[in-house]
């Protein structure tokens, strides 16, 4: 993995916070954020604060995560079926080790905003990124009107300004480059309403490859692939 794709993620501070709307993708990318930095030499602790959705969460690679190295908190009842938005009094120790890296991945609706906002005085001490995963392929994230009205939602029930966006337009396996230019023309919209950056663009590799830009690209190895659908 190169230096460069390492470097996307342990520069700037060192929580970052990885918040999108359903089918965002946000949860392939914290998973890929996370073996990033840990094959960097970071320590580093995924946090899955999705307290309502029960699939397609961090915490159903609890064992991939392990093999690389990387510290895994969930809330108690995650894969249980147990509708409970609990989170464990673990989650603040992640504040308190200042050589050790996190990535919160967080549900994009209201419940997750108010669970992430639990912790306000924790993050504002210690420094963070609020970063929201755009797939302009997904309903609600098609245009920019209702994207950076989520957005400023997000914001307002977390108590938590966004700092970034992070374009991963896809069609799964089907992605080119057309589908990340589509997904720039939208963030390019969003970041002219909302003075947001776009930090990266992520995707399969040969649709990057393919896809000329001006902002750091970060290849998705996909993790969360259920067994009926091509990997």
């Not at 549900?107 to 420094?127: N, T, W």
């Not at 649709?207 to 290849?219: I, Q």
Request: a negative charge; aromatic letters at 8%.
């Amino acid at each position: 993995m190169s230096d460069s794709k390492n470097n996307l993620w342990i520069t700037g501070q060192r929580i970052k916070i990885v918040v999108g709307h359903y089918g965002s993708g946000k949860t392939e990318i914290a998973l890929n954020m996370a073996r990033s930095v840990a094959q960097a030499g970071y320590p580093v602790t995924l946090v899955d604060v999705d307290v309502v959705n029960p699939f397609f969460r961090s915490a159903e690679r609890g064992a991939w995560l392990a093999e690389h190295g990387i510290e895994l908190i969930a809330p108690p009842y995650a894969l249980t079926g147990v509708d409970i938005p609990a989170l464990p009094a673990q989650v603040f120790s992640v504040f308190s080790g200042l050589e050790r890296r996190a990535i919160f991945d967080v549900g994009g609706d209201d419940a997750g905003a108010v669970a992430l906002g639990q912790y306000r005085a924790q993050f504002e001490a210690s420094g963070y990124e609020l970063l929201y995963v755009v797939n302009a392929f997904r309903p609600r994230s098609d245009n920019a009107e209702e994207v950076v009205e989520i957005i400023g939602r997000i914001a307002r029930r977390s108590r938590l300004q966004p700092t970034g966006l992070i374009n991963n337009a896809n069609l799964a396996g089907e992605t080119t480059a057309a589908e990340l230019e589509r997904g720039a023309a939208l963030l390019h919209e969003v970041g002219a309403r909302t003075g947001l950056p776009i930090v990266a663009t992520c995707g399969i590799k040969r649709a990057l490859d393919a896809f000329d830009c001006d902002t750091p690209k970060f290849a998705i190895e996909r993790q969360l692939v259920p067994e009926w659908m091509d990997a």
